[in-house]
């Protein structure tokens, strides 16, 4: 399988016999083959007569070697799976099946991807980025607060690397240009917070999916090809992202999330803005002040200043119809 997608990764027309001579097999078998994937991986193959098979749209595959050189000179372990439930899942259940930590888990798509407030990620195969860091920590020694906070920093500083200058961020760690969102970050934990326990830091990114290609997402949302024009290389993000987030855990395990905090808010985006804030059925209107040095969101109520930190909070601008 991988070694077809590899030939089709480019998006151009490659016949039926110079794959089936690639995979030593006939070029019915070959035909076969293609129908498989489609249906397995939820692909889409052109077959045209005369010039043989391509994919609908382009893929960008990971390359699990390069990942894996960069990644274990900082001591990372790395995992490049197929497909998966959920990368967050996957690395809790080794985790606690005591696999060596930090360990980063990849994966060409998920089935049942994880959001928050127990929303889905949709993950088609081999076209965003499902990143999941599994670390073991002593909760006394590394602070847990404004954790995702730090995270979300780290996602912004690659995606302007990459190119992307529009990016910013949304409380308390969407990645957005303009009201559509780009990434977002999962933060998972087992154990005891206050003592051993085992953080898995989960982050998408949309990549090079298209808006023809996905009609299940049910909110605002760009991809970083949609920003940039061009299909990326996501072996190359993997890359940028691992070490930004390697400099922003560093800093935020030594100083805290309050060390952050600054460069936080002047790339929030909605600094200063009119909010509503949704718990459940519960809305709170307010204008944004910032964050505090836990990472919770201080918002000026009727002339008061209140702080509101938790998964389960959604934050919406009040002038959005
Ligand atoms: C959000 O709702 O904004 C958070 C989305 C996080 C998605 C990522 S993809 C990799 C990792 N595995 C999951 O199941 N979810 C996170």
């Not at 010039?51 to 699990?64: E, F, H, T």
């Amino acid at each position: 399988m991988r070694e077809i997608l590899q030939l089709l990764q480019d998006g151009e027309f490659h016949s039926g016999e110079s794959i089936g001579a690639l995979l030593g097999v006939s070029r019915a078998a070959v035909w076969k083959r293609l129908q498989h994937l489609e249906a397995s991986l939820g692909l889409e193959i052109h077959r045209v007569r005369g010039r043989g098979y391509s994919l609908a749209s382009p893929l960008s595959l990971l390359n699990s070697s390069v990942i894996s050189d960069a990644c274990n000179t900082c001591g990372w372990s790395v995992r490049v799976l197929e497909s998966v439930d959920s990368t967050n899942a996957e690395a809790l259940r080794l985790l606690a099946a005591g696999a060596e930590a930090p360990l980063l888990l990849l994966a060409e798509r998920q089935i049942s991807g994880r959001g928050r407030r127990g929303r889905s990620w949709i993950s088609p195969f081999g076209e965003n980025l499902y990143f999941s860091l599994g670390l073991r920590l002593e909760g006394d020694a590394f602070p847990l607060d404004g954790l995702s906070l730090s995270v979300g920093l780290a996602v912004l500083r690659t995606l302007q690397e990459m190119g992307c200058a529009a990016a910013g961020l949304k409380w308390p760690n969407d990645i957005l240009v303009g009201a559509q969102k780009l990434a977002g970050v999962l933060l998972e934990l087992a154990g005891d917070p206050a003592g051993v326990c085992q953080v898995v830091i989960g982050i998408g990114i949309n990549v090079n999916m298209l808006h023809r290609a996905s009609s299940l997402i049910d909110q605002p949302w760009t991809s970083l090809r949609e920003q940039l024009g061009y299909v990326v290389d996501r072996t190359a993000l993997t890359l940028v992202l691992a070490r930004w987030l390697e400099h922003y855990l560093e800093l935020h395990g030594r100083d805290g999330f309050c060390a952050l905090r600054t460069e936080w808010e002047a790339a929030h985006l909605w600094q200063g803005r009119d909010v509503s804030l949704h718990a459940g059925p519960q809305c709170i209107l307010g204008t944004v002040l910032g964050v505090d040095e836990g990472g919770a969101l201080r918002l000026d109520v009727a002339g008061q200043e209140r702080q509101f930190s938790g998964g389960e909070l959604s934050l919406r601008l009040r002038d959005d119809s």
